[in-house]
């Protein structure tokens, strides 16, 4: 597979290169949104993947068989990797697309469309920690070095995808410009079913109660590690290393405990409060 090593700098930002191109970020950047189309918009490691299963059971009405039959990257791509273009010509209604770009990539495209957006954090904590593990599977990522190493990589904005706090203060703060919905891993995490409701009613797709329950027993973390279409394995080993970890790792709320030291989470809490001192948002991150 070419270009594992690659990185693309773009905007500011790093990007895996085997999946951006700078032809790719043009296309995101000039990309011509439907009224139907949702947009989900996460930070890695912050629930797309869940969320692109839980938008694709509401859009097939609870159906499973395109989540149990096409892999999540062709059912609901990113509008930044190079195939998208491919995958999307052929649909008109109902697309869901993925983003992982900052909010000034996307804006002018956005803004002339009436598109859903939905827009999932999650503690960074534990974005942190999940990201850590992710790159020593993902060879196209470079190298985390110790936990500590990758942790002030991430504090600096040095990682790829670029700075977790310019991403969640970018969009949430522009917002009202858009037809958004915010929401986070925690809620979906401590009551799926009132979080699917939610979605839908945003949506505008009102779903029978049984249908939900459809939807809530096939997204649990359980079900969706066994499946194939979401759990990367797909995905051959030089490109994902299964073998020193998996992609649907834990799947809970807090496991920073288990990871960061005293002093490294009293150094976290400083740059949060440095950095988001601007952001009037109240984030509740347990359960
Ligand atoms: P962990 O590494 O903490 O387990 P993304 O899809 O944005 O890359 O996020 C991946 C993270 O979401 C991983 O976190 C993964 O386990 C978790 N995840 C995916 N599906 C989930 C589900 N159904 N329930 C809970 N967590 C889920």
Known sequence: MANLDVTLHYSGINFPGHLHSEQSMRFAEEFKFHETDTLIVTYPKSGTTWMQEILTLIYSDGN??????????????????YYCEDILQDKLDHRIITTHLPYHMLSKS?????AKVIYIARNPMDIIVSFYHFHKIANFLPEPG???????NFLLGEVHFGSWFEHIKDWLSHREEFNFLFITYEELKKDLQ??????????????????????????????????????????????????RGKFMRKGTVGDWKEHFTDEQ???????????MSDCNIQFTWTL
Do not use: G
Request: with cysteine.
């Open 194 to 243: 009132y979080s699917v409701k939610k979605i839908c009613n945003f949506l505008e797709r009102p779903l029978l109660p049984e249908t939900i329950d459809t939807i809530v027993q096939h997204c649990n973390f359980t079900n969706m590690k066994d499946n194939q279409m979401t759990n990367y394995t797909l995905v051959p080993n030089e490109i994902m290393d299964h073998r």
């Open 265 to 275: 989470k009293q150094r976290f809490e400083k740059m949060f409060q440095d950095k």
């Open 146 to 152: 110790t936990f500590e190493e990758f942790l002030e």
């Open 110 to 114: 956005l803004k002339q469309s009436n």
């Open 64 to 81: 499973q068989t395109p989540a149990k039959t096409i892999p999540n990257w062709i059912r609901t791509p990113w509008i930044e990797h």
